[in-house]
């Protein structure tokens, strides 16, 4: 079965400061990656996706995430962050074929503090 | 309608009562997914529905824990003689691209 890990619960970081959020997974077979946003006292929303191609993905607010296959790894990057990014960010991964089961990393919640 | 629409919004009930969580997915979207989201935790994937097709119930926690659709349309989440540990956020997603899911603001219960 597959399985995401989140290796960081908090990030606090300052405005205009670059962040890295790191994810890795686990599986034996191939899969789609995502990462979902929640913003304070709001649902999920999809921030950017893997499906196939290229390696490097952009998302929505200036986003972007590399798979990286050999480690397992599909971290979410952003180069100069601000306030309105201050959520809780999970990875989620799906299998290629079989299951449909989407399963989610326990959450990083990143804080941009002025 | 415009997005995922979930009831009731917030519920507080008495320890071994019955509750009935409702979901309503965007028009056309062929997949449903429950979440429970406890206090401070990552998403905990409950159960899955595509189509017609026999639902992934793996993630329920128990048999106090149903859910139902019918073909592509509403959900119902039914917790039976809930507990105290059923407190938790739950959310549904619908969608029709593989993982692409789009969600709920959830309905929030609380077990006294």
């Known amino acids: 079965a597959q399985s995401v890990t989140q290796l960081d619960s908090q990030v606090p970081v300052f405005e205009e400061a670059p962040v890295e959020l790191r994810c890795n997974y686990s599986?034996?077979?191939?899969?789609?990656l995502f990462w979902y946003v929640q913003y304070p006292n709001q649902g999920l929303q999809l921030l950017l996706k893997y499906l196939s191609g290229s390696t490097l993905v952009k998302g929505i607010n200036g986003f972007e995430a590399e798979f990286n296959k050999s480690q397992t790894s599909f971290h979410l990057r952003k180069p100069s962050v601000h306030i309105s990014d201050t959520a809780e960010y999970f990875c989620?991964?799906?299998?290629?074929?079989?299951?449909?089961?989407?399963?989610f990393g326990k959450g990083t919640k990143l804080t941009v503090n002025p | 309608g415009a997005g995922v629409s979930q009831s009731p919004s917030n519920k507080v009930t008495e320890k071994g009562k019955d509750v009935e969580l409702r979901c309503d997915p965007i028009s056309g979207h062929t997949a449903l997914y429950w979440y429970r989201q406890r206090l401070g935790q990552g998403l905990e994937f409950l159960i899955y529905?595509?189509?017609?097709?026999?639902?992934?119930k793996s993630g329920l926690p128990s048999d106090r824990f149903s859910a139902e659709r019918t073909g592509e349309s509403v959900s119902t989440l039914t917790i039976q003689r809930t507990q105290q540990e059923d407190s938790a956020v739950y959310l549904c997603?619908?969608?029709?691209?593989?993982?692409?899911?789009?969600f709920g603001e959830g309905s929030r219960l609380t077990v006294l």
């Open positions: 997603g619908s969608g029709g691209a593989p993982g692409e899911l789009f």
């Open positions: 989620a991964v799906r299998t290629q074929g079989g299951s449909e089961k989407l399963v």
């Open positions: 529905f595509q189509g017609n097709s026999a639902p992934d």
């Open positions: 599986s034996s077979v191939s899969v789609y």
